[in-house]
């Protein structure tokens, strides 16, 4: 990928799109309220709901993964709602601050860096929280390359509250597996920049009967991102307002490749491309972020070596190689790099990322 004047993209999204994707997103605009866009929303929300492994009513929304997060928020928890936000790093800090913003009574459940969230802390504090109307979570932790035991999470909170379950699953859906039916999940946010192989632009959610149930009771002032207005013009073939087309364009392609090859198959591809990328690291004698059961399918985090210069190291690698990594977030800055495998990918994409890491980090430590 990295030959020639492309570089080899390599952070957690957005993604490198394939040459066919990327025609796709060339291609004339269509009307966004004529019968040719109805078609194609109508097999996109079937094909979602598919990967989503779920009956629940499901919306594309023109905007970033934030903007489905804020409609979680929005459309089911009214100020003062009692909320118990799970962190373990950059995102679902970011989901407690909508939550915040938006008036809730938020309790932190917080965990370290590197670790994910523990079930039996998660039941203690909805033993002391009662009245809890919704938890609100990240599955899959891109800043720290860890993924939170969403299906024993859900149990946990399922055997003791009645709470909304909240995901955000912006770095982690369509590429690793979200039962949303049988781990009684009642709003999912992704977007398109992830593992759906689309460009930014299009966020996706979908909606329990339960979360329909929370928003008739909602209080929270909303408009761009009212749900409502989204099934209201989804029963007509139309977005509410205008979409981002090319996305869409991109995503529909993308949705109806995974439908095809199988959401198991596509599980199985992600997981074993992840464990060849965390296998290259150790090889190189570096650690990981995660411990090794939580680690993501998604994007692997990569501790650096004492002495090492991040920033430096992330320029270097992308000067002299032509490889893009990510860094490390907030208190992580310039201590760990990433390594996005997500999506579109092939095992030579990985081994280039992983040879120009290795390579650069011997040239900084003088021993080459």
């Given at each position: ?37 109805a ?48 962190s ?7 989901f ?5 913003a ?5 309790t ?11 079930p ?11 009245g ?22 859900c149990?946990?909170i399922?055997?003791?509250?009645d ?26 946010a992704?977007?398109s ?57 991109a995503?529909?392609?993308s ?27 150790r090889?190189l004698?570096l ?14 985090a990569i ?19 032509n490889?893009?990594?990510g860094g ?24 280039e ?16």
């Amino acid at each position: 990928m990295s030959n020639g004047k492309q570089p080899n993209l390599r952070i957690p999204g957005p993604v490198p799109l394939p040459d066919d994707v990327l025609d796709l997103v060339g291609s004339q605009m269509i009307n966004h309220r004529g019968p040719e866009y109805a078609d194609m929303l109508d097999r996109m929300t079937a094909n979602l709901r598919t990967v989503f492994m779920t009956t629940n009513d499901a919306y594309f929304i023109t905007s970033s993964g934030t903007g489905a997060m804020e409609t979680a928020v929005v459309n089911t928890i009214s100020p003062g709602d009692k909320v118990l936000a799970i962190s373990i790093g950059v995102f679902g800090d970011r989901f407690r601050e909508i939550a915040e913003a938006y008036g809730a009574d938020v309790t932190r459940l917080e965990f370290e860096l590197g670790h994910a969230a523990d079930p039996a802390r998660l039941a203690e504090a909805l033993k002391a929280l009662p009245g809890c109307k919704a938890v609100i979570l990240t599955h899959n932790e891109s800043s720290t390359g860890v993924a939170n035991p969403l299906k024993e999470l859900c149990e946990v909170i399922h055997a003791e509250s009645d709470a909304l379950i909240l995901v955000d699953a912006v770095s982690s859906a369509a590429g690793m597996p979200i039962a949303v039916d049988a781990w009684g999940i009642d709003v999912v946010a992704t977007a398109s920049q992830k593992s759906w192989i689309a460009p930014p632009g299009i966020a996706m959610v979908t909606f329990s009967k339960k979360a329909w149930a929370a928003y008739e009771q909602c209080t929270t002032p909303k408009y761009y991102y009212d749900i409502k207005q989204y099934e209201d013009y989804l029963k007509i073939g139309q977005p509410p307002f205008t979409p981002c087309l090319p996305a869409m364009f991109a995503l529909d392609k993308s949705l109806e490749a995974m439908v095809a090859e199988g959401i198991e198959t596509i599980f199985e591809r992600h997981h074993t491309i992840a464990d060849h990328t965390r296998h290259g690291a150790r090889s190189l004698g570096l650690e990981l972020v995660p411990e090794e059961r939580y680690a993501s399918d998604t994007v692997t985090a990569i501790r650096l070596p004492e002495g090492i210069d991040g920033k430096e190291f992330l320029a270097r690698v992308k000067r002299d190689y032509n490889v893009i990594l990510g860094g490390g977030q907030k208190s992580l800055t310039g201590k760990i790099f990433r390594i996005g495998h997500m999506g579109w990918m092939e095992m030579a994409h990985i081994d280039e990322a992983l040879e120009a890491a290795g390579r650069t980090l011997r040239e900084m430590q003088g021993k080459n």
